[in-house]
């Protein structure tokens, strides 16, 4: 594929410059086409990144020309590729899904601060995974959470989605101040702010109270983030009474992409040594992933608005990547990486089918909404292919990412984990199951009004394009896995490839 | 043959087809579905007449060498059997009209040749959650609120065996390093265990047990098979057990501590089927006790014996399918198959009743098919010196006989007249009652057409002196049974024929014995579910308590409690970083 080093600026110049474009036309179908357009030349872009980076290459951009320590660095190696090229196509796909779905949920004349948000929370997602700065990192973070408080607080219920987006604001504002803190402390024990050269200078100064400290913040700062258990609670609000496009969108990349902040900054940044050796992060990690995947299952069994039931399950899901990110081991986080893949995927498909439902019904309630298999038989086999992928049913991509899951607790020797694993899944096929029973077995009040009809097509097509990956990474799981595991031993690996190639400013 | 068939077509792309077609056919065409449901299993089974032994379709998943095809004399077996019972059941459900259930079906017959044709434990997993998934459409179907509660708990048990499949599986496959399906060596001595993969062997055996009923993992059976629509039974009652019968034959032949199992299992059920009353109910009992037949045979292992377990299989699903349609028949036209409502039928249905008396008398009677098969099993544990097993076989073969057997046909088509008269079983109904009746009769005189495609080379006559003796020795008995109860003119009338006859003089014998037994079994029984049940809902309603959207972990925290929680981890995390 053609690529050029240019290309990873372009990824965040072009939505940066997008958006404005979209509030200065006011058009709400201009402003569509505009961000389709961009986010259509981002994911061929990417897609070029990735295959780049994938033949083995670390693509390392100076930005203005600015060299390293001084400048900001773009550092792109297998991990970062992967989830761009997967936050530009899942933004992509709901971006054409949010067209429909935007008419009923918000007031025409807001169409294209929508649209404009949109670009910004996806320029700063983007910036997120393509900077080797760790102050760069900070800044990207508060691009696109406050574009994402905004996107959220556009949601049709608005009174409840004004409060939602303004606790995710106080949470997300704190979290990231503890981010900023922690790479302040970093800042000051190592006098530099490119990731690569703090990796190479932390050894020397490890033991200093500075570090530790700085250590527990962005740990911290990434808790909220990611949504961990016990600090989740920002989460199903923010994702029940958001646009249900904004929903599919961020249930499939934000936490993903606080997921990576993580993974670079605790394995590449500090080192797998450092973090799970000197200092316990395993042993912070698993007993919290563990409640976590445990308690939101039982939780979500018990949710009566499906977009709630699919939040927990998503905090679910971030303690499975958790507990496998705890591992510490190349297998471990190979399962974290595949099911950080996979889990995007699922949880935007489930999240935009439950959109389509939110289109024609009116509402997600599960009660309301007996045998609409009849009326939406295409939306309902997308969520119950999606939902089996949730429980991990063989032949979808869900069975892979488990399958991996337990697999790596097993070769660590952690026979109970894996033992937790299958159980908690038993419990997502009860919250699934009982969605599924619903739709196909119940009949009712919904049944009546046969008048409604399956979704557009547009709304459709997005829809079935994200089954039809799901499925297919499912039987030929490889791909994913290749991914995964090059990324896996590249953050694992990186630290000493590294050490030559920055030059020494002090 | 040509390059065309040098990789044999996996049965299962048949059965998807046909499947999907059914799934997107106008809904106007119901006809063509119930066709659909009927030509796929002569299809697959014309395409699979063309195979040959061996392996194929090797593929790699995970990293892991696996096989989709691995033919040989036992699983072809098997693989007969399924489309046999998918072609009968398919005409007797040839007049439902219902796509969910006839997709659900055919899926589910193709899940269950998946599985028998897995060269790997990875591909066995994969079709066992395939056949759990697609078996429970079978019980939904019913779309009552019994049957919904009932595939639950199935769904529940079925997804459990499976589960413990694959964590069995991964560890072996972790040890042995490659997952391929082998013989396993079961470590009976539960107290010398220590190394993970004798806990994976005892997994995946609990798996199977699961799957086929071993005691105390039966509840299912009796609890699931009631529930099916009258046509889902049929495919349900033919396929599930069996794939695990194989999957025992295929792993666990020779494992001494089935034939225990199997004897337990073929006796035990029997209380349960003489008081239940729910007609198919006793039939889903006497299923366990005949599947404890086949389990013996395994546990002893030797060829001839596997082939007694296999060839019971067949028959059994033969037989005992034909006693399910007639009772499914008699739940279509009535409306339940409560034994107590029931009586008189043969004069409105005398069809469905003959043939339920040739399924009944399939069981063990001579000249019928279930003889031939058992005679095998029956001979094979003396032959390996279980004389007490063997009696106690030979006891429960007469107390199945007794307790479903005459049961099940006495109530319902004879013993006093409820006045119901309906009309006779619908004709796609009779005929698939006729395909089974007919191949009973003919697999019982002339054994050596079922022989000749038994997995292991035989060289057996049912009909020998040995045999002849046993069978003898039964007939005496019911003459004995007979004669006796006509001198004390406790014979109630003639109309009644022998069976009520046994029936009763079996009561009269260890009347209080008997009763108390019952008594106490299903007492037992009832505090147990009720107990268990009582527990499982106080788990649920606290977890409930603290998990409602508007309970604590349901509901949104103010912002305090939210800062709450992060001080807590805050601590959490200074604490582990500053204990170094």
New interface residues.
């Given amino acids: 594929m053609l690529f050029n080093n240019h290309f990873s600026v372009l990824l965040i110049v072009l939505p940066l410059m997008a958006a404005p474009i979209c509030v200065i036309l006011r058009n709400p179908k201009a402003s569509w086409l505009v961000a389709l357009i961009s986010n259509l030349i981002i994911v061929l872009l990417s897609l070029s990144l990735l295959s780049h980076v994938l033949n083995g290459n670390v693509v390392r951009y100076e930005l203005g020309g600015w060299a390293a320590p001084t400048g900001i660095e773009y550092y792109i190696d297998g991990i970062n590729a992967v989830l761009i090229s997967i936050v530009s196509i899942i933004s992509l796909v709901t971006l054409i899904y949010s067209k429909q779905s935007i008419r009923k949920e918000i007031a025409t004349p807001r169409h294209y601060l929508f649209y404009a948000g949109w670009l910004l929370c996806l320029t700063g997602l983007l910036g997120i995974l393509i900077t080797g700065d760790a102050f760069n990192v900070f800044v990207f973070l508060e691009i696109s959470s406050l574009s994402m408080y905004m996107l959220i607080a556009l949601g049709s219920e608005r009174r409840q989605a004004l409060v939602?987006s303004f606790?995710y604001l106080?949470?997300g504002s704190?979290g990231a101040s503890f981010i900023l803190l922690g790479i302040g402390f970093l800042y000051a024990a190592t006098g530099t702010l490119n990731m690569s050269d703090i990796a190479e200078r932390l050894p020397l100064v490890n033991n200093s109270r500075t570090v530790?400290v700085g250590?527990?913040f962005i740990?911290?700062g990434l808790?909220?983030k990611t949504a961990?258990f016990?600090?989740f609670?920002?989460l199903?609000?923010a994702y029940q009474f958001a646009p249900s496009a904004v929903s599919a969108f961020l249930a499939g990349t934000a936490t993903k992409v606080s997921l990576y902040i993580f993974l670079r900054f605790f394995y590449h940044i500090f080192g797998t040594d450092y973090s799970f050796g000197?200092?316990?992060?395993g042993?912070?990690l698993l007993p919290?992933a563990v409640i976590g995947f445990f308690?939101m299952s039982?939780?979500a069994?018990?949710?009566?608005?499906i977009r709630?039931v699919l939040a927990?399950s998503s905090i679910a899901q971030i303690g499975y990547i958790f507990a496998a990110i705890s591992m510490a081991t190349e297998q471990g986080l190979t399962a974290g990486i595949i099911h950080i893949i996979n889990h995007a995927f699922i949880k935007t498909a489930l999240f935009i089918s439950v959109g389509c439902i939110l289109y024609r019904y009116g509402t997600a309630n599960i009660n309301q909404l007996n045998g609409i298999i009849k009326t939406m038989p295409w939306t309902c086999a997308a969520f119950i292919v999606a939902g089996f992928s949730l429980i991990g049913?063989?032949?979808t991509a869900g069975f892979?990412s488990k399958?991996?899951l337990?697999?790596a607790a097993?070769?660590s020797g952690w026979?109970l984990i894996?033992?937790m694993i299958?159980?908690s899944?038993?419990m997502a096929?009860i919250y699934i199951?009982r969605i599924v029973?619903v739709f196909?077995?119940k009949t009712g009040d919904a049944t009546n009004s046969l008048k409604v009809k399956e979704a557009p097509f547009s709304m459709l097509l997005p829809l079935w394009f994200l089954i039809i990956v799901s499925v297919y990474t499912g039987i030929n799981?490889?791909v994913v896995?290749d991914m995964a595991k090059f990324s896996a031993t590249q953050l694992l690996d990186s630290l000493p490839s590294l050490s030559n190639s920055i030059g020494n400013p002090l | 043959m040509s390059e065309l068939f040098s990789t044999p077509i996996h049965p299962l792309i048949f059965f998807l087809l046909g499947a999907i077609l059914i799934a997107v056919l106008p809904a106007t065409k119901d006809k063509i579905a119930s066709i659909i449901t009927v030509i796929i299993p002569v299809v697959s089974f014309i395409s699979l007449l063309q195979w040959q032994q061996g392996s194929f379709g090797f593929y790699?998943?995970?990293?892991l060498e696996l096989t989709l095809l691995k033919i040989d004399g036992l699983s072809l077996l098997f693989a007969y059997l399924f489309h046999l019972a998918a072609f009968i059941a398919g005409i007797y459900a040839f007049h439902i009209n219902d796509r969910?259930q006839q997709a659900a079906s055919l899926l589910y017959v193709g899940s269950a040749l998946g599985a028998v044709f897995a060269g790997d434990w990875i591909t066995l997993?994969?079709f066992w959650?395939?056949l759990a998934?697609t078996s429970v459409m079978l019980i939904?179907s019913r779309?009552t609120q019994a049957s919904?509660r009932s595939s639950?708990r199935y769904?529940?048990i079925q997804?459990?065996s499976g589960?413990l499949l694959?964590?069995g599986a991964?560890?072996i496959a972790?040890q042995a390093g490659t997952p391929s399906i082998t013989a396993l060596v079961l470590n009976t001595d539960i107290l010398s265990i220590n190394t993970?993969y004798d806990v994976a062997i005892w997994l995946i055996f609990i798996a199977y047990g699961i799957k086929c009923g071993f005691p105390l993992f039966h509840s299912w059976v009796a609890d699931a098979y009631p529930q099916a629509t009258p046509t889902g039974a049929i495919f349900l009652i033919s396929i599930t057990t069996k794939v695990a019968i194989y999957a025992l034959a295929r792993s666990f032949a020779g494992t001494d501590f089935l034939v225990t199992i199997g004897l337990v299992m073929s006796c035990f059920p029997i209380i349960f089927a003489i008081i239940e009353n729910d007609l198919r109910r006793v039939l889903a009992y006497s299923i366990i006790s005949q599947i404890g037949f086949m389990i013996c045979a395994i546990g002893i292992g030797t060829e001839m014996a596997i082939n007694g377990a296999v060839a019971t299989a067949f028959n059994h699903v033969i037989y005992k399918s034909l006693l399910m349609m007639s009772m499914g028949a008699v739940l279509l036209r009535v409306g339940h198959v409560d034994g107590s409502h029931l009586g008189g039928l043969y004069k409105s249905m005398p069809k469905t009743a003959i043939f339920s008396i040739i399924g009944a008398l399939s069981i063990s009677t001579p000249l019928f098919a279930g003889f031939v098969s058992k005679a095998i099993i029956m001979s094979e544990m003396l032959k390996a010196g279980h004389i007490i097993g063997w009696l106690l076989l030979l006891a429960a073969a007469a107390g199945v006989f007794l307790a479903s057997g005459i049961k099940a046909p006495y109530f319902a088509f004879f013993a006093k007249d409820s006045g119901l008269r309906v009309k006779e079983a619908p004709t796609n109904m009779l005929f698939a009652m006729t395909i089974a009746a007919v191949l009973c009769l003919v697999i019982g005189i002339f054994p050596s057409t079922l022989y000749s495609i038994l997995p292991y080379p035989i060289d057996y006559s049912p009909y020998d002196v040995t045999h002849v003796v046993t069978q003898l020795q039964l007939l005496f008995f019911s003459t004995f049974a007979f004669v006796w109860l006509s001198r004390k003119n406790w014979y109630p009338s003639e109309l009644r024929s022998t069976n009520l006859d046994i029936d009763w003089f079996y009561r009269k014998l260890f009347p209080k014995a008997w009763m108390k037994v019952c008594q106490f079994s299903h007492l037992s029984h009832q505090c147990f579910v009720l107990l268990s049940t009582k527990v499982l809902n106080n788990v649920v309603m606290s977890?409930?308590k603290?998990?409602?959207?508007d309970?604590l972990?349901?509901r949104?925290?103010s912002?305090n409690?939210?800062?709450l929680?992060?001080l807590?981890?805050?601590l959490?995390?200074?604490f582990?970083?500053?204990?170094?």
């Fill in positions: 939602a606790r106080i949470l704190i530790i250590f527990s740990t911290i808790f909220i961990m016990p600090v609670s920002w199903p609000n000197n200092l316990l992060l042993d912070v919290l308690v039982v939780v069994i018990f949710q009566t608005d709630r927990y049913v063989p032949l892979v399958w991996y337990v697999s097993i070769d026979w894996a033992v299958l159980t899944s038993l096929i199951g029973e196909c077995f799981g490889d896995v | 790699q998943l995970l990293g969910l997993f994969i959650e395939l998934l939904l779309r919904y639950i769904f529940i997804v459990l589960v694959f964590s991964l560890m972790h993970g977890l409930a603290y998990s409602r959207p309970a972990l349901g949104a925290w912002i409690g939210m800062l929680s992060l807590c981890v805050l959490f995390v200074l582990f970083n500053y204990s170094q």
